[in-house]
């Protein structure tokens, strides 16, 4: 296996980044996961476009796109997977710096590496969660590195025999999944909680709301136990239906709106894979 590191192709095996690389010694990096299927990337400009805004929000030098591009590409090539669904990570952080937040001079950190990826399941079950995302957060909608509550988070859903694990915001509304973006049915209407909810501002939740008309609107936590259906969106889960919602069931699912999101979804992405 071969990854990208700061300007060129190495074997993983043997790959190195300092010890004092800020990413690793206080979480300060940012990264996107991009679907590759069969060697070709899905929405790539769309990531890269958030890679650039969540490194400005950071303070981050600008990462140089091209060179992301370039990195990207060298990565697929070589690294030909057996399996047609590949996850491709791009990580950016502050480089070697003193111990500490202060960030050194030295210039940022890129990786990009690949993995192997799962086909998702066309329906999860999702618990909630009595950890709150802070909407008026320093970090509220940048995808940075600094992911040890969503580790947190993961690891209780797990245990509980779920995929994933849902927050408030510290007002009560439903917000967002520790990797995901969340959609509810409730009343024939489509809806997804506003990014000024504090979640995080995904890609395939954009295209979701493109392709399918959803709205955007401030939802309690407690529409969960309210809605006709419920589904997910993320990078590697495209969209996904939720047949349980901590110990409530829906059954049927995927229901008809979502199957249609799913379906639309499935269409227009292999219609054009830079939408």
């Not at 849902?166 to 917000?175: D, K, R, S």
């Not at 901590?246 to 379906?263: E, Y």
Request: hydrophobic share 40%; glycine share 10%; proline share 5%.
């Amino acid at each position: 296996m071969k990854l990208w590191v700061d300007g060129g192709l190495q074997d993983a095996a043997t790959a190195r980044v300092s010890v004092l690389d800020h990413g690793l010694t206080v979480g300060d990096g940012i990264f996107e996961t991009v679907k590759a299927t069969a060697g070709r990337t899905f929405a790539l400009t769309r990531h890269l476009d958030r890679l650039a805004r969540s490194a400005r929000g950071l303070g981050l030098p600008e990462p140089d796109l091209d060179e992301v591009r370039r990195a990207c590409a060298a990565v697929l090539d070589a690294n030909p997977l057996p399996t047609a669904l590949g996850r491709l990570r791009i990580t950016y952080t502050g480089g070697l710096s003193p111990l500490g937040s202060e960030r050194g001079d030295t210039g940022p950190t890129l990786i990009v590496a690949l993995g192997e990826a799962d086909r998702r399941p066309d329906s999860t079950a999702v618990i909630t969660v009595p950890w709150t995302r802070n909407e008026r957060g320093a970090l509220t909608g940048l995808k940075t590195t600094s992911y040890a509550e969503n580790v947190v988070a993961l690891a209780r859903a797990r245990e509980q025999g779920a995929s994933e694990a849902l927050f408030a915001n510290t007002v009560g509304q439903l917000c967002e999944g520790t990797g995901s973006n969340v959609f509810v049915v409730l009343g024939g209407r489509l809806l997804t909680p506003p990014v000024s909810s504090g979640c995080l501002a995904g890609i395939t939740r954009a295209l979701a709301v493109e392709w399918t008309g959803a709205e955007e609107a401030d939802l309690p936590l407690d529409v969960l136990e309210r809605a006709d259906e419920v589904f997910l969106t993320s990078t590697l889960r495209d969209v996904q239906a939720v047949h349980r919602v901590d110990g409530r069931q829906l059954p049927g699912a995927p229901g008809p709106v979502t199957a249609k999101a799913m379906r639309v979804f499935d269409e227009r992405a292999a219609s054009d894979l830079d939408p």
